[in-house]
């Protein structure tokens, strides 16, 4: 059987946990992904998967190979693309990831006009608040806040954002206006960090970082429950700008010690598709940052 062929079916068993989900996705007979799967093992002399009655699961050479194969195939696809025309229209699925808020206010807009624009594609869009790992996860793009650590991922900087402290002004009135880190242990702290009793934010003031230890009164999961707990004038809560943007300007919320905020942080485009990046991928990287650059909360400078 075609080498290429086997990738791909290995990849949406693995993918879909099971041989008939597989084989309805590729408009296979479950008999022709088995005997397809076998071949394969067979010719890389390796066990890819962990079958039972009930599930079916990748080994540790299956993983691996997984990703590999991901990767093959997604770089055939682009090669594919780039040589039917670089003006081709977008087609087929694509995969992000943003942070949950960031992706409800300002990815969901670009994903919508995007889908609009290009009636032949369909998007899977993951909003949560943690790192995820694009290869792993068989993510085509992600929107990423801070500082990017070193890896093998293009990057576009599309705007930057600040980590600021906030509250309404009925809390600062009763409970006063902070003037010093420090001062902080006086008040009601509201932390979306709810993994530990005591917190450690870090501060800057005339380029020197300090760091000062904080024991939030209510521990939430999320930055939108820390937001309204915030304009309920329960307390000080620290959240990205973008986060309280539409509140701060209301005047629902004021910052306090805005001298002593950390440098902004930068959000990226990030992708793992390299010389022949997809149509689709493309089109939506530069949807994206034609938005989120355009947008004055994200970049105030511009």
């Not at 993918?15 to 076998?38: D, H, Q, W």
């Not at 990831?97 to 206010?105: D, K, Q, V, W």
């Not at 309404?168 to 932390?191: F, M, N, W």
Request: net charge neutral; proline share 5%.
């Amino acid at each position: 059987m075609d080498q290429l062929h086997l990738m791909q079916v290995f990849v949406a068993v693995a993918e879909e946990e099971g041989f008939t989900r597989a084989a309805r996705r590729l408009t296979m007979s479950p008999p022709a992904v088995t005997r397809a799967i076998t071949a394969l093992e067979e010719r890389l002399k390796v066990k890819l998967l962990n079958r039972t009655t009930r599930y079916v699961r990748v080994t540790d050479a299956g993983r691996h190979y997984l990703e590999d194969a991901r990767r093959i195939i997604a770089q055939i696809d682009a090669a594919n693309e780039a040589a039917a025309g670089i003006h081709a229209a977008p087609r087929g699925a694509l995969a992000i990831t943003a942070p949950a808020m960031f992706g409800r206010l300002y990815i969901t807009p670009v994903i919508v006009e995007y889908l609009q624009r290009y009636p032949e594609t369909e998007v899977d869009a993951l909003f949560v608040d943690r790192v995820v790992n694009l290869l792993e996860e068989g993510l085509d793009v992600g929107i990423r806040i801070g500082e990017l650590a070193d890896s093998s991922m293009r990057a576009l900087k599309v705007g930057a954002v600040r980590l600021l402290l906030c509250a309404s002004p009925e809390y600062l009135k009763v409970a006063g206006r902070p003037e010093t880190p420090d001062q902080l242990i006086d008040h009601q702290i509201i932390s979306s960090s709810p993994a530990s009793q005591i917190l450690e934010w870090k501060f800057s003031h005339t380029r020197n970082e300090r760091s000062v230890k904080v024991k939030p009164r209510l521990r939430v999961t999320t930055n939108d429950a820390a937001l309204e707990a915030a304009l309920s004038g329960f307390g000080i809560t620290r959240l990205l700008s973008y986060q309280a943007a539409g509140q701060l300007a209301a005047g629902q919320l004021e910052r306090v010690l805005t001298e002593f905020e950390p440098a902004p942080l930068p959000i990226h485009i990030v992708h793992r598709e390299g010389r022949y990046a997809s149509t689709r991928v493309r089109a939506f990287i530069e949807l994206t940052a034609e938005c989120l650059r355009q947008n004055r909360l994200l970049n105030p400078d511009s």
